[in-house]
Nanobody, 126 residues
């Protein structure tokens, strides 16, 4: 059974960098051909796909967030991480990590993913 767990600060100040880590157990993030995404849900809104890191380390980002987003991984810890720079209150959301079998075609369709983390609330406020 694959399990994903997000971790990171729940409160970030405007203009700072939001950093989250997803720890994966029960499966390796290097196993072909799984893709590991970050997805967020602002209050009262739908899911927004942010980006993905593939089993081979390739990364792909949402065009709307590409300039502020970085996704990386630590294969020795079986973790992948999200950095979102220059945050504003509009970045307040529940942030999820999730796995898909293959590249997520739409990104914001929950049925593309077979495993999810429980989500972590991040609030951007001074």
């Amino acid at each position: 059974q694959v399990q994903l767990q997000e971790s990171g600060p729940g409160l970030v100040k405007p203009s700072q960098t939001l950093s989250l880590t997803c720890t994966v157990s029960g499966g390796s993030i290097t196993t072909s051909a799984y893709y590991w995404s970050w997805i967020r849900q602002p209050p009262g809104k739908g899911l927004e796909w942010m980006g993905v890191i593939a089993y081979d380390g390739s990364t792909y980002y949402s065009p709307s967030l590409r300039s502020r987003t970085s996704i990386s991984r630590d294969t020795s810890k079986n973790q992948f991480s999200l950095q979102l720079r220059s945050v504003t209150p509009e970045d307040t959301a529940v942030y999820y990590c999730a796995r898909s079998d293959g590249y997520p075609q739409t990104g914001d369709n929950r049925y593309e993913y077979d495993y999810w983390g429980q989500g972590t609330q991040v609030t951007v406020s001074s």
